[in-house]
């Protein structure tokens, strides 16, 4: 089991930036990455960035050049970055850790609202 807290989320202005943490506990040497999905009202989730065990991290386009994920395997945290935030960044955002093919864990998910 891996549990996943997630801490960070708001309201900002568009344009400001907020930090999303997410602290994983538990089976945390089974975690093979980390990362972030977003899901909007009426959108499906979608990924934001990612970040496995030793690799390069992954972005969705729409966030590109705009956020950063980094990992502190000391602390075992992943961090969002999110700079330059629009409106259209208002979403339930969500920590995953991927064990396997078959096996995702999620933190309970934390609001980010990007005010016009």
């Known amino acids: 089991q891996v549990q996943l807290v997630e801490s960070g989320g708001g309201l900002v202005q568009a344009g400001g930036s907020l930090r999303l943490s997410c602290a994983a506990s538990?089976?945390?040497?089974?975690?093979?990455?980390m990362g972030w999905y977003r899901q909007a009202p009426g959108k499906q989730r979608e990924l934001v960035a990612a970040?496995?065990?030793?690799?390069?991290?992954n972005y969705a386009d729409p966030v590109q050049g705009r956020f950063t994920i980094s990992r502190d395997n000391a602390k075992n945290t992943v961090t969002l970055q999110m700079n330059s935030l629009k409106p259209e960044d208002t979403a339930l955002y969500y920590c995953?850790?991927?064990?396997?093919?078959?096996?995702?864990?999620w933190g309970q998910g934390t609001q980010v609202t990007v005010s016009s």
């Open positions: 995953y850790a991927f064990i396997s093919a078959y096996q995702t864990y």
């Open positions: 538990g089976s945390i040497f089974r975690i093979n990455a």
């Open positions: 970040i496995p065990n030793g690799g390069s991290t």
